[in-house]
């Protein structure tokens, strides 16, 4: 798979579930960020954990990050409609590059 | 809060013209980017540039790209001849160091005829 990519690709809930979407990466990281992309519109900054950090909440949101598996998930707990959107996890390398290289991102439909 | 601004957020142009992307990042950060995001895929980076000039680009970026900074607050990504395959959303970012968040502005999307 390629660095940053999201699983799954899709995912519909009911409100009031959680939902939990996985970020797979291959490179060293001094970051991840996860972000939101409403249909169309602008990417909206989530959270942010850096390498040296486990699990990092904001909100609804918990974002673990495991740097042996390079591997990030981002839990959405109780999940509204409005929650409905494309979320895309991005890493920032610890070397050479410093922008950020997205995922596949994981479309999520919570059902009202 | 403060946020990147994109101008236009829509700009339809025939295959061959120049367009150029309007971008007026965060005011105190100090680095700039370029992303564009083709319907239905992944957000690609182009470009980065800090301290005045590209400190990075993706072979994305050839030589019909390029970017300025003319003054204190713009930052432009210019296409010298478009082509089809150029339609997509491009979207400026700035932060204000390494290892921070990136912020992005709502984009603008390039429709090529």
């Given at each position: 798979s390629q660095q940053g990519e999201e699983d799954p690709q899709a995912l519909s809930i009911q409100e009031g579930e959680n939902a939990t979407m996985n970020c797979s990466y291959k490179t060293s990281i001094n970051n991840l960020q996860w972000y939101r992309q409403n249909s169309g519109r602008g990417l909206v900054h989530l959270i942010l954990i850096r390498s040296n950090e486990r699990e990092k909440h904001s909100g609804r949101l918990r974002v673990t990050l495991d740097t042996s598996k390079k591997s990030s998930s981002l839990l959405i707990t109780a999940?509204?409609?409005?929650?409905?959107a494309s979320y895309f996890c991005a890493t920032a390398s610890?070397?050479?590059?410093r922008a950020l290289t997205f995922g596949s991102g994981t479309r999520l439909q919570v059902q009202p | 809060e403060p946020e990147v601004t994109q101008t236009p957020s829509h700009q339809v142009t025939q295959m061959g013209q120049e367009v150029i992307l309007h971008c007026v990042p965060i005011?105190?950060?100090l680095y700039f980017y370029w992303y564009r995001q083709i319907l239905g895929q992944k957000v690609e980076f182009l470009v980065s540039f800090y301290n005045n000039e590209i400190s990075e680009k993706s072979e994305?970026?050839?030589?019909q790209f390029s970017v300025e900074r003319p003054d204190g607050s713009n930052f432009t990504l210019k296409i010298r001849s478009t082509k089809l395959e150029d339609s997509a959303m491009y979207f400026c970012a700035s932060r204000d160091s390494v290892g921070t968040e990136a912020f992005f502005g709502q984009g603008t999307r390039l429709t090529v005829v």
């Open positions: 999940s509204r409609a409005a929650d409905t610890d070397t050479g590059r | 005011s105190n950060h994305i970026f050839d030589d």
